[in-house]
């Protein structure tokens, strides 16, 4: 009989005893037969090895928002005197192995030494590219800062990153950060795993920051469904003033749309949760899916324009930009 080997605990709306799912989505599960379709499809876009990065450095703290793009879903979040980073990834490869796996196109946008004093890592899931070990040793090491992820994630870290201070929550609960800000966990539409037999056994989410100087909402990764969970968030929280909102990795649609969304669906997603910006983020860095490198963004000005809404309001985020609110 399997077992979880990443959390035990009663069933709940998210959990079956054994798998978590979002309650009334489409499961993104995939098998080994899907898998081979897409692979034997021969429709891969070929990126360049290598495009050029300007690193941002940030300042040590501010109160406003401001917010540079490390790369993929690598953000720092600067505001309310605190920072904070969104999947921290600063290794080579996204992948459990280091000569092999998905490779970096663009170098992070931050350089790790010129990085401010961290207070908070927010992990949305457990997946490579979003969970890397090397780099939450390194920012453990070197700032011991605050974990904060979606329940059963805590099981890996902990193991890696001894002595790391973890916070775990479900969905809809919140840690506090201190200066009078939170955050609180988000549904999202998505998956975990970390090997070939712990599917959805640890849970995915989003994060909701709220500050005294504002709200920022990390989406993590997430496919679309009915859009219940945006309405939903909109609801609970209000419209954020600034969400980081996924872009890339999407192709094939067919094989990706229930676990990740593309420009087109960013946008609706956009409009769901009513922020007054957005960044696109999860495009450039690391392929892993088959559209061209660019596509992203190209696709990003058309759905804006045919939603009639400012290009401005909602731009790709590459390594080294800087958002910053007055």
Avoid: C
């Avoid at 920072?83 to 490779?103: E, H, Q």
């Avoid at 927010?122 to 090491?141: E, G, I, P, Q, V």
């Avoid at 059963?152 to 479900?170: E, H, I, K, S, W």
């Avoid at 593309?262 to 949760?273: L, N």
């Amino acid at each position: 009989m399997p077992r979880n080997r990443y959390y035990t605990g009663p069933a709940r709306s998210n959990f079956d005893g054994l798998r978590f799912f979002s309650p009334g989505q489409p499961l993104p599960d995939r098998g080994f037969g899907d898998l081979w379709k897409w692979h034997r499809s021969g429709e891969r876009a070929k990126w360049p090895r290598h495009v050029d990065v300007t690193p941002a450095i940030p300042p040590e703290r501010t109160d406003a928002p401001r917010l540079t793009m490390v790369g993929h879903a690598s953000v720092l979040i600067q505001v309310a005197g605190l920072n904070i980073l969104t999947d921290p990834v600063w290794s080579d490869r996204a992948s459990p192995v280091r000569f092999a796996g998905p490779k970096r196109v663009t170098a992070p946008g931050v350089r790790f030494d010129d990085l401010p004093k961290i207070d908070a890592v927010l992990l949305s899931h457990n997946h490579y590219d979003h969970l890397d070990l090397a780099t939450l040793r390194r920012l453990h090491a070197a700032h011991a800062p605050l974990m904060i992820m979606p329940l059963g994630t805590d099981a890996t870290v902990r193991r890696a990153v001894r002595g790391a201070r973890v916070a775990v929550a479900d969905w809809r609960e919140a840690i506090a950060l201190g200066e009078g800000a939170q955050v609180t966990l988000t549904p999202a539409n998505h998956w975990s795993s970390r090997g070939l037999r712990d599917r959805r056994m640890a849970l995915w989410s989003g994060h909701w920051i709220d500050t005294p100087k504002g709200s920022i909402w990390f989406a993590g990764d997430t496919g679309y469904g009915d859009g219940a969970i945006f309405h939903d968030i909109r609801a609970r929280h209000g419209a954020p003033d600034v969400a980081l909102i996924p872009i890339g990795a999407y192709a094939p649609t067919w094989f990706m749309a229930n676990q990740h969304v593309g420009p087109e669906e960013a946008v609706q997603i956009f409009k769901d949760v009513g922020t007054r910006q957005a960044l696109g983020i999860h495009w450039g860095t690391f392929q892993l899916t088959d559209e061209p490198r660019e596509e992203p963004v190209e696709l990003l000005d058309r759905a804006l324009a045919a939603e009639g809404i400012d290009p401005d309001r909602f731009r790709a985020f590459a390594p080294g930009d800087v958002h910053a609110s007055a």
